[in-house]
């Protein structure tokens, strides 16, 4: 990793490459594998101050003042330009400079195509950010086969080009960046929130976007330093010399368990041609694991991904260049997304939870939230709805997310478990096998992250009926106490879809005659049940027609 180029380095996720970094990042999971379920006592961020500030000492020392103020801004600059086009002055805190790595983001047109949606972007910005495009995609099963998909995740955006396109149309339109500047203080005052640097700066605004990330010190000081409840590591490179480099893999399973160290892992793959060369590549090597004392290292992993890769990939190692190594860690909550825990402070991004326990990275679930998102933060602050409870309703249960946490279980390698060890791998083709029988409604949406009511049903009553065999080993895979909260999500997902389908069609013509607090919550409710069920998906299907295939997935669960 000596010999490897770090002068694309950034701050944000997977924005380092460094193996300093890595040895650090590597420090930071070793504190979070504790046997404490709390790692350590956070800093305290956040206070609550009785009082206006207009009326404190303090008010006279603020050097600025903005209608809203996100801190972190690879991701957070999306929001804060959405913020800015509707009229608001907002200003973007970065402790680094605010430009996007060189390591590719993958995601397909539709998804990308949100942010033109929301008007933040327009068609040739895409274009011109978009290094990479390929098809087919593949989702592999070692031993057990391949099934090929279209146009998931099936571009390559240049995260360093995307952003630079997001800070020329952000400070166009009056937009402010304080680049080099950390957040030190926020203090929460019945009228303003006022954010003091470490730098000794001091800026007031009537709400508070934090976008700082899975490591963000305000979520450490609202979880009160509790572990995660799942990890996801990742590894991987980008090298140039691969000669067959015209398709992508989605997700690539292993055949069985691997030892590492006192841990059992199953790893996953997932590879995608990069734009900076026709032979260039970026392969990713992921697992999931329980944050517990023995948990495998990033570097024992890397260890492993040099190993595996080549024969992953059919190449020879000494026939690559080594452009850039890639590593991190995704942590993940069970009760996700996180609801506002102070007034005039709401989580975005990353730092909320709003991306599926599966997934590594968020900028897929920004594109799908950021227009709902935008909306419901101009409703609030337009009439200063700033208060915990309704910047909550932004940030609301869906069962949807929760009910992923099931597949998060089934493909983490447990330690004590009796299932043979090609158990995940398994399960994986059996879904996939089924799903891809279903067709294209139910197969896309999970590719994306998306769990819906229907294709679910759909999928299990089928994995039943074709390979009932596997059930009892999903019971020991995953234990009854997990089943059992699963199923709750699982019944939740099912009225979500149902309340959206039928009773928003019924709500939404009266809304706009009720009140406004009543409004903006209305609002709120309906878009949790539409989000909580992905039914936003599809949206642009005829609705008769899922209406049909929701009444068909109940008579199969009464009929089971």
Excluded at 46 to 67: C, H, R, Y
Excluded at 286 to 296: A, H, I, M
Excluded at 466 to 493: A, E
């Amino acid at each position: 990793m000596e010999g490897v180029s770090v002068s694309g380095e950034v701050g944000g996720a997977g924005g380092a490459y460094s193996y300093s970094a890595l040895k650090r990042l590597d420090q930071l999971w070793s504190s979070i594998c504790t046997a404490q379920s709390v790692t350590q006592e956070p800093r305290k961020v956040v206070s609550s101050i009785p009082g206006l500030f207009s009326q404190s000492d303090m008010a006279e020392k603020a050097v600025d003042t903005f209608d809203v103020l996100v801190c972190g801004g690879t991701l957070g600059i999306f929001i804060a330009t959405a913020l800015s086009s509707k009229g608001l002055r907002v200003g973007i805190v970065e402790r680094n400079l605010l430009r996007g790595r060189e390591q590719e983001w993958n995601i397909s047109r539709k998804e990308l195509l949100e942010l033109v949606e929301v008007g933040i972007l327009v068609e040739d910005d895409i274009e011109q950010a978009t290094s990479m495009k390929f098809n087919p995609n593949r989702c592999g099963f070692e031993r057990k086969g391949n099934i090929w998909v279209e146009n998931i995740l099936n571009l390559g955006v240049s995260p360093a080009k995307l952003i630079e396109v997001m800070k020329k149309r952000f400070t166009s339109l009056g937009g402010v960046i304080f680049e080099g500047y950390s957040v030190s203080s926020i203090c929460i005052y019945e009228d303003t929130a006022v954010l003091e640097f470490a730098e000794g700066n001091i800026l007031s605004t009537r709400l508070i976007i934090d976008a700082m990330g899975n490591f963000s010190p305000v979520v450490k000081q609202i979880r009160s330093g509790r572990k995660p409840d799942g990890v996801c590591l990742v590894v991987g490179s980008c090298s140039r010399g691969f000669k067959e480099n015209l398709t992508s893999d989605v997700i690539f399973s292993s055949s069985s368990v691997k030892k590492v160290g006192d841990s059992k892992v199953h790893y996953f793959w997932e590879a995608f041609p990069a734009g900076s060369g026709p032979t260039d590549r970026t392969t990713y090597m992921f697992t999931y694991v329980d944050p517990q004392p023995g948990c495998p290292k990033l570097e024992e992993l890397l260890e492993d991904y040099w190993d595996l890769m080549p024969a992953y990939q059919g190449v020879l190692l000494d026939d690559l260049e080594i452009l850039r190594v890639i590593f991190g860690i995704f942590p993940t909550y069970r009760d996700s997304p996180l609801p506002a825990a102070f007034n005039r402070i709401l989580q975005f991004g990353d730092a909320s939870g709003i991306q599926s326990p599966v997934s590594f990275g968020g900028f897929g679930s920004l594109t799908r939230h950021l227009g709902r998102l935008s909306t419901g933060l101009y409703e609030a602050i337009s009439s200063n709805f700033l208060d915990s409870d309704s910047l909550s309703l932004l940030n609301p249960y869906m069962p949807n997310l929760s009910a992923s946490w099931l597949f998060q279980r089934a493909m983490s390698a447990k330690q004590q478990a009796n299932v043979s060890p090609d158990f995940v791998n398994e399960l994986l083709y059996v879904n996939f096998q089924c799903m891809q029988r279903l067709g294209d409604p139910v197969l896309r949406p999970f590719l994306q992250d998306v769990i819906q009511f229907g294709p679910l049903v759909k999928t299990l009553g089928s994995v039943m009926l074709t390979k009932p065999q596997i059930i009892p080993s999903i019971f020991r895979q995953v234990g009854v106490p997990v089943l059992l909260d699963w199923s709750g999500h699982f019944f939740m997902l099912g009225y979500y879809t149902f309340l959206s389908t039928f009773i928003d069609p019924v709500i939404r013509p009266w809304i706009n005659a009720f009140p406004a607090k009543m409004k903006y919550e209305w609002r709120r409710h309906l878009e949790a049940w539409k989000y909580g069920a992905g039914v936003s998906v599809l949206d642009k299907l005829v609705n008769h027609r899922w209406q049909n295939q929701y009444i068909c997935s109940c008579k199969l669960i009464i009929h089971n």
